[in-house]
T-cell receptor, first 113, second 114 residues
Framework: GAGVSQSPSNKVTEKGKDVELRCDPI?????LYWYRQSLGQGLEFLIY????????KSGLPSDRFSAERTGGSVSTLTIQRTQQEDSAVYLC???????????FGPGTRLTVL | KNQVEQSPQSLIILEGKNCTLQ??????????LRWYKQDTGRGPVSLTI?????NTKSNGRYTATLDADTKQSSLHITASQLSDSASYIC?????????????FGGGTRVLVKP
């Protein structure tokens, strides 16, 4: 595809369940970012992957959050034992490399009941 | 602490009118500043990017300015259209040695009314 894609577009889950969010970056982009955007708030950095380097996990809010990037392409963000405060839009972005323009996906809207 | 503050938080303008959005930052060392437009339900899309040496940059009806001395930027929308209704986010990047960290402003929500 031409842009960053994310799935699902919407996810409703019950408190305590685990969820997996997927991001397909633009082909050839070595950098991949995950952000969280709560209603009416700015973007909050979660985690960053650059090539084969160890990811920058400094933005993950708790150990319930984790992310993987397999084969340097697709990434999954996993939230374990979801809480209501996890409800937000989760945005993925990719860039050619660190410091280049980030292209954002449409996001996944997560609602935890 | 690196911070990006945007004002106003929201504004309503009539179609055809102009408006200016403000962004103040304390990010150091400064690398570049981008303005993004985020339509409801969509991811942000870059409008302009400005480096230290650039004072102004235009993209159609959008004109961004940068004063690196006062660490202020503005985004001016000329002859607004209904499609300009969106959130506008100011994003400042620290220099590569600082990990190219991005600091996001909280955004300004613009509503253009007919």
């Amino acid at each position: 595809g031409a842009g960053v894609s994310q799935s699902p577009s919407n996810k409703v889950t019950e408190k305590g369940k685990d969820v997996e969010l997927r991001c397909d970056p633009i082909s050839g982009h070595t950098a991949l970012y995950w952000y969280r955007q709560s209603l009416g708030q700015g973007l909050e950095f979660l985690i960053y992957f650059q090539g084969n380097s160890a990811p920058d996990k400094s933005g993950l809010p708790s150990d319930r959050f984790s992310a993987e990037r397999t084969g340097g392409s697709v990434s999954t963000l996993t939230i374990q034992r979801t809480q209501q405060e996890d409800s937000a839009v989760y945005l993925c972005a990719s860039s050619l490399s660190q410091g280049h323009e980030q292209f954002f996906g449409p996001g996944t809207r997560l609602t935890v009941l | 602490k690196n911070q990006v503050e945007q004002s106003p938080q929201s504004l309503i303008i009539l179609e055809g009118k102009n408006c200016t959005l403000q962004c103040n930052y304390t990010v150091s060392p400064f690398s570049n500043l981008r303005w993004y437009k985020q339509d409801t339900g969509r991811g942000p899309v870059s409008l302009t990017i400005m480096t230290f040496s650039e004072n102004t940059k235009s993209n159609g009806r959008y004109t961004a300015t940068l004063d690196a001395d006062t660490k202020q930027s503005s985004l001016h929308i000329t002859a607004s259209q209904l499609s300009d209704s969106a959130s506008y986010i100011c994003v400042v990047s620290a220099w590569k040695a600082a990990g190219n960290k991005l600091t996001f402003g909280g955004g300004t929500r613009v509503l253009v009314k007919p």
